[in-house]
């Protein structure tokens, strides 16, 4: 309960510091914009964000808890689900063509770029119903910020993480193609080490993160006609 955990870290005046160590991608368009609510939830712990794509290491020097996204099991680890997330296409509005693209099949036909990850194009375009594609060559990116970036200056069509593009779409620099929303296999979870008790702060800021994924009532996003037809 968020309301018993800050009531007990509220106890005297100590600064508490807390070191997370996540991803970029997840840091700059899921987390910077709701740290101020925890920051004022929490008014005595101070954060230090890590922002790395390897599962750092959790040694003496290293931080009290990461934040990743994957199957949910790591040696060595315990894992708390946090959220899970859902998979869609999107684009530039001018690659988009607006309102020319009314199918998912015709997403094939633009070019596309990819973050590497273990479930992509080929996916997304079996649960549109579509087999047998044969996928044009891709640009490719390690990291998911900088696909939706690629994705923002027209280099491709991205299928993009809803947790991590909704500040893009809400900008109108992308907009939603026609399609499904393909389930995650990943989820995102907090992971600390097995032997190592889990600090107030810590607890605490797992606690938020979940009530955060709950509180999320932002509707799907339109498809780039509708979105079209409210920027006219």
């Not at 970036?149 to 939603?176: D, F």
């Not at 399609?179 to 008790?197: E, I, M, Q, S």
Request: with cysteine; charged share 20%; aromatic share 8%.
């Amino acid at each position: 309960d968020i309301a018993a955990v800050a009531a007990n870290l509220h106890h005297g005046d100590s600064i508490v510091r807390l070191r997370i160590s996540t991803l970029h991608s997840l840091t700059y368009c899921w987390l910077l914009p709701r740290l101020p609510d925890f920051c004022a939830a929490f008014p005595n712990i101070r954060v230090n964000i890590e922002a790395n794509i390897a599962l750092t290491r959790f040694d003496e020097e290293g931080p009290d808890l990461g934040i990743r996204h994957g199957p949910g099991q790591w040696p060595g680890l315990t894992a708390h689900h946090l959220m899970d997330d859902e998979l869609f296409p999107v684009a530039s509005p001018a690659l988009a063509g607006v309102d020319s693209i009314i199918d998912a099949r015709q997403i094939a036909d633009l070019p596309l770029v990819s973050d590497m990850a273990l479930q992509g194009w080929r996916d997304w375009f079996r649960a549109a119903g579509i087999r047998g594609l044969a996928l044009p060559a891709m640009h490719t990116f390690s990291d998911s910020t900088d696909a939706m970036r690629a994705a923002v200056y027209g280099i491709g069509a991205a299928l993009a993480r809803k947790r991590i593009v909704m500040p893009y779409l809400q900008r109108y620099e992308l907009v939603r193609l026609p399609g499904p929303a393909l389930k995650a296999r990943f989820a995102y979870y907090a992971v600390h080490p097995t032997h190592r008790p889990l600090a107030p702060a810590a607890e605490a800021f797992i606690e938020w993160m979940k009530q955060q994924a709950l509180d999320e009532r932002t509707p799907m996003p339109a498809t780039a006609d509708a979105q079209a037809r409210t920027h006219a």
